[in-house]
Structures are given as structure tokens and as C-alpha cells.
């Protein structure tokens, strides 16, 4: 939350810092040795002026000085670099805006959850559609699977055959979901550099840029120390059992393949994996996270019960199947490559 930088208004050609912040002062942070190479000619004198920033790392200060400090604040880095501009054009002004209105962060945190759930709600109607068709064609595929039997390859080309005829796209359920993991990613770097949450407390959080704790040790428990920390979160807890409860949502109004026994049970080893890594992530991040999760439960319920009728998505597929279907450059060549790998099988 905090920098510091030298700058320097000559260029220099080569700098060496070395910092120490584990110390035992109480009253000091770090320590820092700076080393410079500076051009000065034999028996001459050369003054080079500095500006030394000793500050908070807070976006909009940092960017008024013009010098491109701004990038100091982790909005993204590495291969998800991408999503600091996710955090400084759209995150950024939303938070601001919302944090100058309302006085309370957490409910800045719900409001945000919010409006960005709404933004999103048209992935995500758009996924629950493509669910609700894959369910209703639930019946012709298990009858084409009996048919079938264990020729697994027959069974494939004919399940084409039946989505291409109902005009089903067996990904439109992943897809939608995928334009929402930029935002997802750039919460996940927004929320732990925010400044204003900085000793912001609430509920039982004493400070929402910190892990919340309910329950601490002081003994290092070799394995779990390293990975989960010497502490309870709760808000890493209700996150891991929102999440759960989702999976198990999701799964029962989701056909599943029965050949395909593990990934009935891979949405719940996610969120108990990820339970072990966000015990030490910020309070505000798990919180967002938690109430996100819950807005998705209600959202998905609304969608179900009052925008989607399952008599009408059986009766627009009933009504494309009479329809000529015109394949893709795509379609065409799983399809060929398909029949080649049956031809292959029969020889």
C-alpha cells in the first residue's frame, strides 16, 4: 500500500537498491542502500538533483505527478496484464464514484457486486438458455445412447447429428461464462490494492485489506502453515460453502454424461482447493467473492423461474429440426474426421 521512489531529473546509467524489511526495530519498516553510477569527469564537479516519493500507493496521486509512478499500483501483471485496463478505465471510477457516495466500503463491495452482476446478466442468461436446451434434449440423448450401446464413436457422431439438427451448440453454456473471468481476474487484483480499505473494518474484520481471522495458532503445522496460514478466515469459509452450494445447484439443474464420472465431482474440488489459497488473501476480496456467489444463486433462480419456460425451448427445437441445416467449415470437418476414425475402426 505504500512506495517509494527516486527520481531522478538527469538520466543515470545504472542504479543498485538494496532493502531490508525484516528488522528488529519496532519503530522502523525498512531499510534501504541506494548506489549510483554517475558520469563525473576527472577533476571537474557535477550536481544531479533527485525527487524522492515517500507515499501511498494510491492511483490517481501517483498518476498527477506525470512520471508514470502510476505503475506501481498491481492492477495486473504478467500474463493477465491485460486486465489492469479493465481496472484502471471501469473498476477504478465505479469504486471511486461509489466510495465518495457511500460512506461504508463493504456495502461499496455489495454495490459493486451488484452492478457488475447485472452488466454480466446477459452472459449469463445466455449460458442458463444453452443449460435448459442440453436439458431438454437430456431424453433423445440417453435414447441414442442405448442405441449405441458401447460404440462410442457412432454414439458421437450421431449426438452431433441430433445438436446440429436442433440448432444446440453443446459449448453455448462454457462460452458466456468465459467473457466473465476478466472481470473475475481484475477484482482479483483491484481489490487487494484499494487504499480506502486499508484498516477499514467490518463485522468481525478488523481490517478488510488484510485476511480475516476467528480462530489463530501460534505452533507451525508442517504442510498446512505453508499453504493454508496459522488462522480461520470466515469469510474464506462462507465463500468455500457458497461456492459448494452453487456446484450442487448447478449440477442438478445440469444434464450429466455418464461417461464422464469426473467431472461430476470437479466443481467441488475447485472451491475446496481454492479454500486453502484465499485464507490469507485479503477479507474484502473473500467477501466480495461470498456475496458474488449468492447474487448468482438468486440470479440464476430468477432467470430459471421467470425468463426461461422449457415448453418453449422444446418447441423452437422442435421447430429447427424441421429446418435445413446448413453445416460450418467447422462442423464439416469434425464430421469428416469423425467418419474417418469409423472408417479406421470397422478395418
Partial sequence: YFSTALI????????KIKSNTKLTEKDIVSKSNFTF????????????????????????TLKSFDLGLEDMVPYGYGIFTFVKYINKWALLPLFTFLSSTVGNLALVLVLMTIIIRLALSFFTYKSFLSTAKMRVLKPELDQLREQCG??????????????????????GGCLPMLFQLPILL????FIPTALPLRQSSFLWADDLS???????????????SSIYGNHISLFTLLMTASSLF??????????????????????????????????KMAAALTFYYFVSNMLSILQQFIIQKFFIDEKKVHAQIQENKSKPVTNSKWAERIAEIQKQQANKAKK
Avoid: C, H
Wanted: charged content about 20%; hydrophobic content about 35%; glycine content about 6%.
Fill in 186 to 189: 481484475s477484482l482479483y487484483y
Fill in 210 to 224: 488484510t485476511y480475516d481471522s476467528i480462530y489463530s495458532w501460534g505452533s507451525q503445522i508442517w504442510g498446512l
Fill in 150 to 171: 458401447d460404440d462410442k464413436q457412432k454414439f458421437s457422431m450421431e449426438q452431433m447429428k441430433l445438436y446440429k439438427t436442433a440448432g444446440v451448440n453443446p459449448l
Fill in 8 to 15: 531522478a531529473e538527469d538520466a543515470f546509467s545504472k542504479a
Fill in 37 to 60: 553510477d554517475l558520469p563525473v569527469k576527472p577533476g571537474s564537479e557535477q550536481a544531479y538533483s533527485f525527487k524522492w516519493y515517500i507515499g501511498p500507493n494510491d492511483y490517481k
Fill in 246 to 279: 452453487l456446484a450442487v445447484y448447478n449440477r442438478n439443474n445440469t444434464p450429466q454424461d455418464p461417461n464422464n464420472p469426473m467431472m461430476k465431482w470437479m466443481p467441488f474440488i475447485f472451491p475446496i482447493f481454492l479454500m486453502g489459497f484465499f485464507n
